[in-house]
């Protein structure tokens, strides 16, 4: 159980979604529908399941009424305070926090709104109070998608991003952490790092779940230094080399003894360690290396540590491949059914559903099924219209769609206020906002969207 005062938890809701425009030409990132629920209402549930019971939610200005509304629908728990960032989604997420920090009155837990896992985080709490650390990173395992996963539009050749992440294997802190695109062949290793951690491991392959336990003083400095604009890509690679360093001192004059520490604009005018732990420290045997005869933790007040939870994966949806992904697999890490509906589909019951052949699907309010369609493994959204004769499977149909007669619609993304014209056949496509499918066309693997919208974001 987190204690009220303890953490406060952040939503950084703000992006853009650069990497998936074809989908937020129309809609803003964080309300785009998983599972028919809204992206940011994933990293609101880990928090409370988590024992959270309020989180301030960043989101740029224009979207605020809008995210407001959606969450409000869904009756969560955890009480979201919703804030509205001007330019948010031409800003960085260091940016974002810094237009909060005046709210932030303790250590926070900061998570992204694409992070979708159905994972208990108490142990990343834990491991974060256990060494009274400054950032503390939780760590997944990359989902394996089903052997029948297509994702729609063209076959893309693009390799997804990978983080470098170097873990000392005998005390669990991040020693290293970078992107593999930084690198050509070979990563070359700081040998004052190698001194200090001759025994640790780069994983290539494990996902940063971009959840983390920030320390206030981290907040602190990052409001004096205004050249970081990321968390992840600056901030965090900063600080976790930082873990190297030691304050720089000085003397008063040439005959001075005294020794002060110069810190006018160091991080470590900010990373200083408080002297109730201090003494604490001093006075106990316990010892995190066995490296050197220095004490626990080497003295260092700087310390990142990784949380990797074994077993369990999550994704991020910040892809178009990781967005269709996250459709698929929301069931099984979600229980996403409401009271009495049916196991096998679930339909609003401000929905009108007159089809017998509906099969694991989600339909939701105002939606109008007609007789004689048949839906199998999609997720149906607001006011969508699908008149008879029409059959759709393994798909995702966003809010007010109109799908004409005789269409045969598989493994695609529909996005809002899209027509479907008579007789269309689709497969393994993705239709992006407003775009009309003229009638009786026949498409496969294809982006069928309009250039110039994408153009304007």
């Not at 994702?151 to 020693?175: A, C, F, H, S, Y």
């Not at 360690?273 to 201090?278: A, C, D, I, L, R």
């Not at 949806?317 to 967005?323: G, V």
């Not at 929301?330 to 401000?350: I, N, P, Q, Y």
């Amino acid at each position: 159980m987190v204690y009220k005062n303890e953490f406060q938890a952040v939503v950084l809701a703000g992006g853009k979604g650069s990497r998936m425009t074809e989908l937020t030409a129309g809609k803003p990132k964080c309300l785009l529908p998983i599972a028919n629920m809204p992206m940011v209402w994933y990293p609101l549930k880990l928090l409370e399941q988590s024992g959270f019971t309020e989180a301030i939610v960043i989101v740029s200005e224009a979207v605020k009424m809008d995210v407001t509304t959606a969450l409000d629908k869904y009756g969560l728990s955890i009480k979201p305070e919703v804030v509205g960032v001007p330019d948010a989604e031409d800003i960085g997420t260091a940016d974002s926090l810094r237009f909060i920090h005046d709210k932030i009155k303790s250590d926070l837990v900061v998570v992204s709104t694409d992070f979708i896992a159905n994972i208990d985080i108490s142990e990343t709490l834990n491991l974060y109070r256990k060494h009274n650390a400054s950032i503390t990173a939780l760590i997944v395992q990359t989902p394996k998608a089903p052997e029948d996963f297509v994702q729609p539009g063209p076959k893309n050749k693009q390799k997804p991003e990978r983080d470098l992440i170097g873990i000392d294997n005998e005390t669990g802190r991040i020693v290293f952490l970078a992107s593999a695109s930084d690198f050509e062949d070979t990563v070359t290793m700081p040998v004052k790092l190698l001194k200090k951690h001759p025994n640790f491991t780069v994983f290539s392959k494990l996902l940063d779940a971009h959840l983390y336990v920030i320390n206030k003083w981290v907040l602190d400095f990052l409001v004096h230094h205004k050249n970081f604009s990321t968390l992840k890509g600056e901030l965090l690679p900063y600080i976790v080399k930082k873990q190297l360093d030691k304050p720089k001192i000085f003397k008063d004059d040439k005959n001075a003894s005294v020794v002060k520490l110069d810190t006018t604009q160091d991080i470590f005018r900010f990373a200083v360690e408080k002297p109730f732990n201090e003494l604490i420290m001093h006075m106990s045997a316990y010892n995190d290396h066995d490296t050197n005869l220095e004490s626990a933790y080497n003295k260092d007040v700087i310390k990142c540590y990784a949380q990797i939870v074994n077993g369990k994966c999550g994704l991020r949806a910040n892809t178009l491949q990781m967005y269709y992904l996250a459709n698929a697999l929301a069931h099984e890490w979600f229980d996403l059914k409401k009271e009495g509906e049916s196991t096998c589909s679930s339909v609003s019951l401000g929905a009108t559903v007159k089809s017998t052949q509906v099969q694991n699907c989600r339909i939701d309010d105002n939606a109008m099924i007609s007789e004689k369609t048949s839906l199998k493994s999609s997720f149906v959204g607001c006011n969508v219209i699908v008149e008879p004769k029409t059959r759709i499977s393994k798909s995702v149909i966003m809010n007010n769609v109109t799908i004409k007669s005789m269409c045969v619609i598989e493994n695609c993304i529909i996005c809002n206020d899209c027509v479907i014209n008579e007789g269309s056949q689709l497969k393994d496509c993705l239709v992006g906002a407003n775009h009309v499918v003229s009638a009786e066309s026949n498409h496969s693997r294809e982006i069928l969207t309009d250039i110039d919208r994408l153009m304007e974001i």
